[in-house]
């Protein structure tokens, strides 16, 4: 594996359900992020978080809540989600410096479905 | 604005021959180009990328991807497909300049098939 675990691996949720992801990197990294994977669609960007502060938050609905307690963990909570959202989310890190030159190691996704 | 394009959305190859999987991108001032692979249930496994330096970029399983910066292409190619290289192909770039952005753009993944 890459390094880099998230769970739960598959979520069913209804659309007044609160739920967590989790994802987690051994790799030492300073910078985390999400990522939204849709069928037939390129991977969008949803937040960045560099040294525990978030970087970048890519016009994401408020009904997807990032946290990140420290630089190995981050977190995507969610509530009153639309079964649009339904999709694979990936966790990814990598080690930031200014060339941005270093590539992200992603975890294995988790498999969203909302009803 | 920075932007990706991988224009075919599957590939099909036969084992034993040659694969290119094509990647023209589009970013202020220089590069930095990848290449991930996604097999089924799995999240994105990097390949390759070029910083600088020569053109021709080897990584992992066999995979290569020559950079041409006057056609802004990073094709990736393998000499010789096995049907385990069977998965969903990224491209991605990246400005180098970090005042540009910064952020990692994907392509919309080329699907590879390689038949016995």
């Known amino acids: 594996e890459t390094g880099v675990t998230q769970t739960p691996r598959h979520l069913v949720m209804g659309m007044t359900n609160k739920k967590s992801l989790k994802c987690e990197q051994h790799l030492g990294h300073n910078a985390m992020y999400w990522y939204k994977q849709s069928a037939k669609k390129p991977l969008e960007l949803m937040f960045v978080?560099?040294?525990?502060?978030?970087?970048e938050n890519n016009s994401v609905p408020s009904r997807f809540s990032p946290e990140c307690p420290n630089s190995s963990h981050l977190f995507l909570h969610l509530h009153t989600l639309q079964p649009e959202d339904s999709a694979l989310y990936l966790c990814a890190s990598s080690q930031e410096r200014t060339s941005g030159s270093n590539e992200q190691f992603f975890g294995p996704g988790t498999r969203l479905t909302v009803l | 604005a920075q932007s990706v394009a991988q224009p075919e959305d599957q590939v099909n190859v036969a084992e034993g021959n040659p694969l290119t999987v094509k990647c023209t991108y589009s970013v202020s001032g220089n590069p930095y180009l990848f290449w991930y692979v996604q097999y089924p249930n799995r999240g994105l496994q990097f390949l390759l990328k070029y910083i600088t330096g020569d053109n021709l970029v080897k990584g992992s399983y066999g995979f290569e991807a020559e950079f041409n910066k006057s056609q802004t292409s990073f094709h990736l190619k393998k000499p010789s497909a096995l049907v385990s290289d069977s998965a969903l192909y990224f491209c991605a770039v990246r400005a180098a300049s970090y005042n540009q952005g910064g952020k990692l753009i994907f392509g919309q993944g080329t699907e590879l098939s390689v038949k016995p």
């Open positions: 978080y560099n040294f525990k502060e978030q970087t």
